[in-house]
Every structure is written in structure tokens, then in C-alpha cells.
């Protein structure tokens, strides 16, 4: 058994499906993790508001309950823990609809154990990191969109943007490089934590979202470029991020 994982690197995992908890529990074990389990969303939150797990693996449909309303929930009560959604649909509007309700991340059935083990690892490897960060307020100036990343707040217009953690740190690694290119592989590695490269599609589906809540949409505003080959980028004319001392 692994010993990268501490003994309080609680998982819950969510699945109406008793042979699918087991062979993510006998996965996540193995890894070092110490694993607890719910049947639907109802019992999940309610373990998440009691038991405190740090991550949550949230099947997308089960009845009652199901995996989006869950997430949905968890958000609109202040539960912050990181959530890998496990789907059968690999479709856009699938992983749209998960990421916009506030998961960080999705796997599309059937999926490799070691890929869940490695994403678990990453993702509890950033809630960390940005645990640590120090609490300077970080301002970035996109035409008529402001957003302080230290703050975890944006607006538009002067009307509030509901952005997720995950499209605050990749707003925060595109500006740190603006005008550069920013690679897939890196973007995966600094937002994500994934060491390795992976076929999932969360950059693509992340960048797609969160051009379109910045009204980032056509010719008329495009801070966030894509160039293909290489990657992402905030246009070079985007105002540099103010440091602002708390």
C-alpha cells in the first residue's frame, strides 16, 4: 500500500451501483486513501456536512438525488471539496453542464483505476497548494470584466460573475504568462496537478465556459485565444495583474 496519502485523505464516493463502490473503494485503498461510501446525493451531503471528507467521487445519474444536483447543492451550501464526476455521455453538454454546476473534474465510463487514483491525487494536491496561497489580492482588467483572484470574485458590467475555483486558476496561470502562449500540458499540470498527460477534455471544456461567462464570445473581446499547436493565451493587450496588498 502506498503511503503518499495520509490516513485522513478521506474519499467518499457516490454510486447507486453497490459493485462500482467496490471497485473504486478496493482502487482508492490501495492508493493509501481511506474511503467512505453513499448511494445517492441526498446521503451524500449529508456525510459531506458530517463526516468532512476531502474529495468526492459523484456518479452523474442515480435516482432521486442525481450527481448534478448534488454538486449544485454542495456549492449552494458553501462545501468546497474538490469533485471528480463519473459519466457514461462524453458529449459537450454533458461536461458542460457537470463543470458549470461546480465539479473540477469528470471520467467517462469505463475508465482505468490508476486514471481516478491519479486524478484523486492531483486534485487533492491543489486544494492544498491553494490553501497555502497567500492572501494578497490579485486583479485582473478584461475590457469590461474585472476579477480579483485573491478575492475569488468577478464582475461584468459591475454585475457579479459566478466563476468556479477552477476558472479563477486558469484565468491566474493565463494572465502570469500574458501574451504567451500557455500549453495544454501546462495548464493541466498547474490548474489540475496531472503530471501526466491525460485524454481528458476539461481545458477545452473550461476555456469554452469561461470565454462565454466573459462575454469572451466572436472578435469584438478575444482576451482568451486559442492557438492551435500550442495552447491558450491572454491577449498581449490585457492589462498586466495588479498586486494589491491586502
Known sequence: MSSA????????????????????????KAAGFEVMEATGGMQALEMIATEGPMLVVMDVSMPGLDGFAAVERMRVSGMTQPVIMLTSFDDVDHRVRGLGVGADDYLTKPFHHRELVARVQALLRRATAT??????????????????????????????????????????????????????????????????????????????????????????????QTLTGLGYVMAPEAPEPALISA
Open 131 to 224: 490553501a497555502a496561497k497567500p492572501t494578497a489580492r490579485r486583479i485582473i482588467q478584461l475590457g469590461d470584466v474585472t476579477v480579483d483572484l485573491g478575492a475569488k470574485q468577478a464582475h461584468r458590467a459591475g454585475v457579479p460573475v459566478a466563476l468556479t475555483r477552477t476558472e479563477f486558476a486558469l484565468l491566474e496561470c493565463l494572465a502570469s504568462e500574458r501574451g504567451r502562449p500557455v500549453s495544454r500540458e501546462r495548464l493541466l499540470a498547474t490548474v489540475w496537478g496531472y503530471e501526466a498527460d491525460t485524454s481528458t477534455r476539461t481545458v477545452e471544456t473550461h476555456i469554452w465556459r469561461l470565454r462565454k461567462k466573459l462575454g469572451d464570445i466572436g472578435t469584438e473581446s478575444p482576451w482568451l
Open 5 to 28: 496519502s495520509a490516513p485522513t485523505s478521506r474519499i467518499l464516493i457516490v454510486d447507486d451501483e453497490a459493485c462500482l463502490r467496490l471497485l473504486l473503494g478496493q482502487s482508492l
